[in-house]
């Protein structure tokens, strides 16, 4: 870090707790090298990671609103916004630029303000475009509607040079290699403890650096899990009388009761999800609930959009009726079949992930949601942390699915 003038105590403290709050993207913070510049008011990143910032408003700004931008500015350069306004030819006028920098804004935001590290600066979120939360700045850069931007957050948001920026220590495969870096970071902090990390970085990451791991083999081990959890249970009950009820004749003995788990499949029928994958991941789950033991009896299929349009119990995973087409609500599924007597003890929702889900857990039941991934495609909702999460891919040839 260079400059006269600048505060350099304050811009490591700003570090730190930018480190410290999302420590997944430490490496990339410390990465980029922090400069003065004479240009009043500029806060501002380059395509070489380098943040040039002008003295006078670092004096201005505390510790945490001087570390929320560090960690929105280098929100730009680990998404590369800079090459993907390229790709989507932001990089022409002023105003295609300022387009471009809310759309991204937008992306980044959308998911620090989940972890509490939103900037008040650079503070464009999806509601401010006209736009839904979770979708990617090339959505928003195509939907957003007209608006100046808030904050100028330099070329390495919108990939257009400014005069006076000087080129960097970190070139274009050092930068790749940093986001493959922090990539891995997130899949470690995400699996060491999940829900410590917004979807939106999850989604990134898988992209970046996909997940090796076999859905089939995830998604069967929790099944058994779940169902031999419920199954293992073993409570006191009057409704049989005990075999030993002889040996006491003035006393009402209890018998020893071994539930078995009921489980209900809620379908997301809506107009975003095709048959075939659908139909695809229900033969696997049928084939994981045979191995598991359970009677084709106690498996009841919701297909579920924004409302429940039918609740029955199948005995092949072809037999599913997939009525639906409208738009998407699996916290009504899960309710629904929350409400099934007799009340399940597993919940499984297969869905494209097009939903908003509730905000609490049911109260007894285990949900598993399967996330049927199109093409590679991230879903657009982040599945809350109190459900385990399976991501069901398609594989290579198998075909895309129509929206």
């Known amino acids: ?222 099944l058994r899990s779940a169902v031999g959890r419920v199954a293992g249970q073993v409570d006191y009950s009057h409704r049989r009388p005990s075999r030993r009820a002889h040996l006491q004749p003035d006393i009402v003995l209890p018998t020893l009761h071994r539930p078995v788990p009921d489980v209900a499949i809620v379908c997301d029928t809506s107009g975003s999800m095709g048959e075939r994958l659908l139909a695809r991941a229900l033969a696997e789950v049928e084939g994981v609930l045979v191995r598991a033991g359970l009677r084709q009896t106690q498996v009841r299929v919701l297909s579920v959009d924004t409302e429940v349009h039918a609740a029955r119990r199948v005995a092949r995973a072809d037999a599913v009726r997939l009525v639906g087409g409208g738009g998407t609500d699996m916290g009504a599924g899960i309710a629904a079949a929350c409400g099934l007597r007799p009340r399940p003890s597993v919940v499984i929702v297969l869905t494209d992930g097009y939903t908003p889900w509730p905000e609490r857990p049911p109260a007894g039941v285990r949900v598993i949601v399967g996330m049927l991934a199109e093409g590679g495609s991230p879903p657009a909702w982040s599945v809350p942390a109190w459900a385990r999460t399976v991501v069901i891919e398609e594989p290579a040839g198998y075909g895309t699915r129509g929206r």
């Open 1 to 222: 870090m260079s400059g006269r003038g600048l505060d350099l105590h304050k811009v490591a403290a700003a570090r730190l707790w930018a480190a410290a709050r999302m420590p997944y993207l430490a490496s990339a913070v410390f990465a980029s090298t922090v400069s003065a510049d004479p240009t009043p008011g500029t806060l501002a990143v380059d395509r070489s990671w380098g943040v040039r910032v002008d003295p006078g408003l670092v004096d201005e700004l505390d510790v945490e609103r001087l570390g929320r931008m560090l960690v929105h500015l280098t929100g730009h350069l680990i998404r590369d916004h800079a090459g993907r306004s390229e790709r989507v030819g932001a990089a022409g006028g002023d105003g295609l630029r300022g387009r471009w920098n809310r759309a991204g804004d937008a992306e980044i935001n959308d998911d620090l303000r989940s972890d509490g590290c939103a900037p008040d600066l650079a503070g464009d979120l999806p509601e401010d475009l006209g736009c839904e939360a979770g979708l990617l700045a090339e959505h928003y850069h195509a939907a957003a509607l007209d608006g100046p931007r808030r904050w100028d957050c330099g070329s390495g948001a919108d990939g257009c040079d400014r005069p006076g920026e000087r080129p960097g220590q970190i070139g274009r495969q050092q930068a790749e290699l940093l986001r493959l870096g922090v990539a891995a970071e997130i899949h470690r902090c995400a699996g060491s403890d999940p829900g410590s990390v917004a979807g939106g970085w999850l989604r990134w990451a898988e992209s970046v650096l996909p997940s090796r791991t076999d859905w089939r083999r995830i998604l069967a081990a929790e």
